[in-house]
């Protein structure tokens, strides 16, 4: 059935970054709307930030594109550019290829809620500006690698 019971649709926490990246993203929630109904040409996920929580780590895609729009709380876009606050209503969209690293931050009192959307391209690459790593997709797969491509081992992702 096409409609999404968002109680059984598949949650994930924290993120998959190398020991210790990851830590500091233990309490950042997705629910994961598009896999819930078998989508793969688009991901969507229902993405929750408490305070003091940030998206992910800042970065750029070279083939997906992104966007966010946010549906509660406010957040602070922090990209190459400086910092925007961003709230309710308002969305902010990341192009493939532009090489603009970004991520949110809520530094607000309450949890932002947030919808994140994303191309799944069968091969990408995502380069993380302010640390020596790469995420490589392929086919469904996902590894890390420093710049110049010596391996990172990543931690496992956590599903309920």
Known sequence: MPKVDISKAPVSRGA???SPLH???ADR???RLGDAVGITGFGLNLTTLP???RSSLRHW???E???V???SGTLTLIDDDGETEIGPGEAAGFPGGAANAHHFVNRGTEEAVLLEIGTRPDQDQCHYSDHDLVAHDRDGTTWFTTSNGTPVTASKKRFE
Request: charged share 35%; aromatic share 14%.
């Open 23 to 25: 830590e500091e993203f």
């Open 29 to 31: 929630t997705r629910i």
């Open 65 to 67: 594109d992104e966007m």
């Open 61 to 63: 895609h070279e083939v």
């Open 16 to 18: 998959d970054y190398p």
């Open 69 to 71: 729009y946010v549906l």
């Open 51 to 53: 305070p003091g929580c």
